[in-house]
């Protein structure tokens, strides 16, 4: 199993992104009730949470983020989306894609890069 994002770029302040997450090899069993959520990782600090969804309807956001930041999910194609409006330059830094399957296993996609900038 692998998460693989996609969407990142470069945005000028007050724009919009939307971030992909595919989890490659998941059975759609394993997808549905996993809890699939977004962190960031500013540069120079820590991995922050940004916003998770569950069983596909069951969402939770930073405060920073609440009213800018739309999370999704297709299941069937094991897919989770990051909406992202209103971008800020504190928006900056490398977006990473977390699993957290019924299991318990806890998986992490290889990032994908966000810069807000004029």
């Known amino acids: 199993v692998q998460l693989v994002e996609s969407g990142g770029g470069l945005v000028q302040p007050g724009g919009s992104l939307r971030l992909s997450c595919a989890a490659s090899?998941?059975?759609?069993?394993?997808?549905?009730?996993?809890?699939m959520a977004w962190y960031l990782q500013a540069p120079g600090k820590q991995r922050e949470f940004v916003a998770d969804?569950?069983?596909?309807?069951?969402?939770n956001y930073a405060d920073s983020v609440k009213g800018r930041f739309t999370i999704s999910s297709d299941s069937a194609r094991k897919r989770v989306y990051l909406q992202m409006n209103s971008l800020k330059p504190e928006d900056t830094g490398v977006y990473y894609c977390?699993?957290?399957?019924?299991?318990?296993?806890?998986?992490w996609g290889q990032g994908t890069q966000v810069t807000v900038s004029s």
């Open positions: 977390k699993n957290v399957d019924p299991y318990g296993t806890i998986r």
């Open positions: 969804i569950t069983r596909g309807s069951i969402t």
């Open positions: 090899g998941m059975i759609t069993s394993t997808f549905n009730p996993s809890t």
